[in-house]
């Protein structure tokens, strides 16, 4: 926690402190498990189960890729495992603007709420 920080949570009352608590600011890992919560929960499911299932396709793929003795049959192998691992990737990776986008609406909140609490 910053000075700054410190300062301004000194300079709050008892109901600020509680607002500040409600909508602190999660963690890296927090927030990655806060992506398979709520309404939209089942759309992270979904893409973990499915980067999970192609990940270890090209694990596999790659396993038969590396013990290919030919050239066209390690081509048979490696090409798809090196498909499979970026689709895997890009899977994965497509939850980062989701976490983004939560932090953000979580700001926004905290804001909210603190001027709702002023004006009343």
């Known amino acids: 926690m910053s000075k ?3 300062l301004i949570e000194d300079a709050l009352s008892e109901q600020d402190k509680e607002i500040m608590r409600e909508t ?3 963690g890296w890992f927090a927030l990655g ?3 398979f919560t709520g309404k939209l929960g089942w759309v992270s499911w979904v893409l973990m189960i499915t980067q999970t299932a ?3 396709l090209a694990v596999w793929t790659g396993w038969q890729f590396f013990t290919a003795t030919d050239v066209l049959l390690a081509l048979k192998w490696g ?3 090196a498909t499979l691992m970026i689709v895997a990737t890009i899977l994965k990776t497509s939850l980062m603007p989701q976490m983004q986008a939560d ?3 979580r700001e926004l909140k905290r804001v909210e709420l603190m001027i709702a609490h002023r004006n009343l």
């Open 54 to 56: 192609l990940f270890l």
């Open 4 to 6: 700054l920080d410190k």
């Open 103 to 105: 932090r953000i609406m």
């Open 79 to 81: 090409l798809p495992a």
């Open 33 to 35: 498990a806060s992506q």
């Open 24 to 26: 602190r600011e999660l």
